[in-house]
């Protein structure tokens, strides 16, 4: 079949090529005029089609030069021109999509002809994805708020503008922390944050309980327990082990985060703690799956829950408090591990998990310290041992002490944690 194909002359496998992606550009057209009022639009699929083969035959008379092909792209302006102007001025329409797609599909041979096949490809796709996705894009459009392209134009700055500007030199003599590590850091936990919020925002807007857990774990799995919490505190007694099974996804979400910031900033000690977090997610995840089928109420709405999402995940003052733990926790886990070494590592790791414990991992996982990865890995796991205990206490106090969602977040957080426990022996 190879042989057969390679025996074709190659300018008719590119007319063919021209002709069938052209045709395939004029189809679509020609849907999007039967659904609307095909007079106010110009050309179909023979009007596309016969263009791209207009383009192929002008550009292989005269491939050096291509001076007919530009002077047939003249001539096709200059109808297409005539065309803008009829439908500007008799049908008040002022839309120019399919006058440049006709463009596009004049271009068509050329890229046939002189570029790889991906690239003709991915021309014809993205023209092809572009037209049928008129509404999706006014559908997204109508939910941007005015400060989308400020967030934006934020996470371009923090990352392709900063970050690249800052020296890698050490700030402290002795410590390795610098302005681009301490940076990169809190690029990475704004990446994380900033794909939360999109995600709640433009793909999941009506998630429900479960899912509101889920993506809340990406951005903040102690702010989602809490809110969760305040929101359990008034809903009627069938939501509460709804409730309840979003905190563990929010738990198992939370394990998926650490394990890919470990995955980023250290490759050796993701390998060696890669089977411990995939069995702590798959626990958690199956307690989410439990509480959220074992006797479920079937009149219970998936209402939606609101979390940080609406909030700015980009705030420099976010960003800035971020950089300034980090920098904080850098300088106490060096100096601990230097005076109490391990010993010193373990009591600081359980601390740690009564606040945001990101920026302690992030520093132990860029290494540098006089410690090996075990017991990198044991402080890991043992601050989010203890994050998990504060969660506790924290789910209990905002949602008022409602005995069912109690009982159960404490059933659920304490068989994880005494199973992490037990995982530690292990390492």
């Known amino acids: 079949m190879q042989d057969y194909i ?36 110009f050309g179909s699929d023979r009007t596309f089609t016969l263009i791209g083969i207009l383009g192929f035959i002008l550009y292989i008379l005269d491939p050096e030069s291509m001076m007919l092909f530009a002077g047939g792209g003249l001539v096709l302006g ?8 009829f439908k500007l001025y008799h049908l008040r329409r002022y839309g120019i999509t399919s006058i440049v797609i006709a463009f596009l599909t004049y271009c068509i ?15 014809v796709v993205t023209i092809l994805l572009i037209t049928e996705m008129k509404e999706t894009f006014i559908n997204f459009a109508k939910q941007l708020n005015n400060d989308e392209f400020i967030n ?32 990169l850091a809190t690029v990475v936990i704004s990446t994380i944050s900033y794909t939360s919020y999109l995600l709640h925002k433009f793909v999941f807007p009506k998630s429900g309980i479960i899912l509101s857990g889920i993506l809340g774990g990406i951005y903040s799995s102690t702010a989602t327990v809490i809110i969760l919490a305040k929101k359990c505190k008034v809903a009627p007694e069938g939501e509460v082990k709804q409730y309840a099974a979003a905190v563990m996804a929010a738990i198992s979400t939370m394990y998926v985060r650490v394990l890919v910031l470990l995955s980023i900033f250290n490759q050796e000690l993701f390998t060696k703690l890669l ?5 702590m997610i798959a626990v958690c995840a ?48 060096k100096y601990t591990i230097e005076y109490f070494g391990t010993q010193g590592l373990n009591v600081l790791s359980i601390i740690v998990g009564v606040t945001d414990i990101t920026p302690f991992l992030l520093n132990l996982f860029e290494g540098g ?7 990198i890995g044991m402080a890991t796991f043992q601050a989010i041992i203890s994050s998990n205990v504060s969660k506790v206490f924290f ?16 059933g659920a957080l304490g068989f994880i944690v005494v199973f992490n426990i037990v995982l530690l022996f292990f390492m």
């Open 152 to 183: 934006l134009a934020k996470f371009i700055l923090i990352i392709g503008i900063v970050l690249p500007m800052l020296p890698d030199d050490p700030i402290i003599e002795g410590i390795s922390l610098t302005p681009y590590r301490i940076w």
């Open 275 to 279: 089977v411990y977090f995939v069995i």
């Open 286 to 333: 199956v307690i989410a799956l439990f509480l959220h089928i074992y006797k479920r109420d079937k009149q219970v709405p998936h209402e939606d829950i609101e979390t940080k999402v609406d909030e700015n995940p980009l705030e420099f003052k976010v960003a800035l408090l971020f950089a300034v733990l980090f920098v904080v926790f850098t300088i106490i886990t």
């Open 395 to 410: 789910g209990i106090a905002f949602s008022g002490n409602r005995k069912t969602f109690s009982r159960l977040l404490l």
């Open 109 to 123: 041979a050329p890229l046939v002809i002189t570029q790889p096949m991906w690239l003709t490809l991915s021309v």
């Open 78 to 85: 200059i109808l297409l021109g005539m065309n803008y102007y």
């Open 369 to 375: 310290y006089a410690v090996s990865n075990t017991a």
């Open 6 to 41: 390679d025996s074709l002359p190659p300018n008719l496998i590119d007319f063919f090529l021209v002709t069938v992606f052209s045709l395939l550009i004029g189809l679509s057209q020609r849907r999007i005029n039967l659904q609307t009022d095909s007079k106010k639009f």
